[in-house]
C-alpha cells in the first residue's frame, strides 16, 4: 500500500497574524510611571560669598533609618507627630524678631522662620512610600503656617478667607477673575516671610 503524503500547513498568514498581535500588544499595554516630588530648584550662586554660619539650634534634624523608623533631634517619633513638631520648630521665634509668629520662644530652639532650616537625611534602604510619608509631612508644616499668614494678610489685600494653598491654586487657574497681579505679590511676600528650608542630606548606611 502506498505512503499518504504528510499534510502541510499553510504558514502563509503566520506572520500576519503575528504582525496584528504584536499591534495589538503595544496598543493595550501601559508602562507605568514613576512618580516623583515636585521640587523647584534654585538658581546656580556664581558669587563667591560664603554661606552663612548656622546655628545648631536653628536645624530641626530629621532621620530616617534603613528601617523606616523616623528620628527627630535624636528621639523616636512617630510620623503622626511630625507636622506639628515641625510647626512648632518654625514658628518657635525665639529671638523675637517675628511679629507674626506664635510660638512658644524657646531659647533653645529655632530664632525665627527665615533662619530655621530642616535637614532631612535618610538610610540607603529607606523605602520610598517612607520617605514621601516624610516629605509630605514636613511641606504640610510649611503649609500650616503660610495657611495662618494667608488667612491674616489676605482681608487686607482684598482675598478674604483665602489660605495659601487656595492662592495658589487661584494664581495658576485661568477662570479666576480676581487680580492676579496683587495675588502674587502676596503669595511671594508669604514665601518671603516663612521660606521653605527644606534641605535634603545624602542617603547614610
Do not use: H, W
Not at 516630588?37 to 546656580?44: E, M, N, Y
Request: charged share 25%; aromatic share 6%.
Amino acid at each position: 500500500m502506498a505512503k499518504r503524503a504528510a499534510p502541510e500547513v499553510n504558514a502563509g498568514s503566520m506572520a500576519d497574524i503575528a504582525f496584528l498581535l504584536l499591534i495589538f500588544f503595544l496598543v493595550t499595554t501601559t508602562i507605568p510611571k514613576d512618580s516623583g516630588i515636585s521640587r523647584k530648584l534654585p538658581p546656580i550662586d556664581d558669587s563667591e560669598v560664603e554661606p552663612p554660619i548656622l546655628r545648631e539650634k536653628n536645624i530641626f534634624k530629621v532621620l530616617l533609618n534603613n528601617r523606616d523608623q523616623l528620628l527627630v533631634e535624636d528621639e523616636i517619633m512617630e510620623i503622626k507627630d511630625l507636622r506639628q513638631a515641625a510647626v512648632d520648630f518654625l514658628d518657635n521665634n525665639g529671638d523675637g524678631s517675628c511679629e507674626f509668629c506664635q510660638g512658644k520662644r524657646d531659647a533653645a530652639s529655632s530664632d525665627n522662620p527665615i533662619k530655621a532650616v530642616i535637614s532631612l537625611s535618610n538610610g540607603r534602604e529607606t523605602s520610598y512610600a517612607a520617605y514621601i510619608a516624610v516629605q509630605n509631612e514636613l511641606v504640610a508644616a510649611y503649609n500650616v503656617l503660610r495657611n495662618r499668614r494667608a488667612l491674616e494678610l489676605g482681608p487686607q489685600r482684598g482675598f478674604p478667607n483665602m489660605n495659601f494653598v487656595e492662592m495658589q491654586e487661584a494664581s495658576n487657574d485661568v477662570r479666576f477673575t480676581g487680580d492676579k497681579d496683587k495675588l502674587k505679590e502676596l503669595i511671594e511676600q508669604i514665601q518671603t516671610e516663612i521660606p521653605q528650608k527644606l534641605a535634603e542630606v545624602a542617603a547614610t548606611n
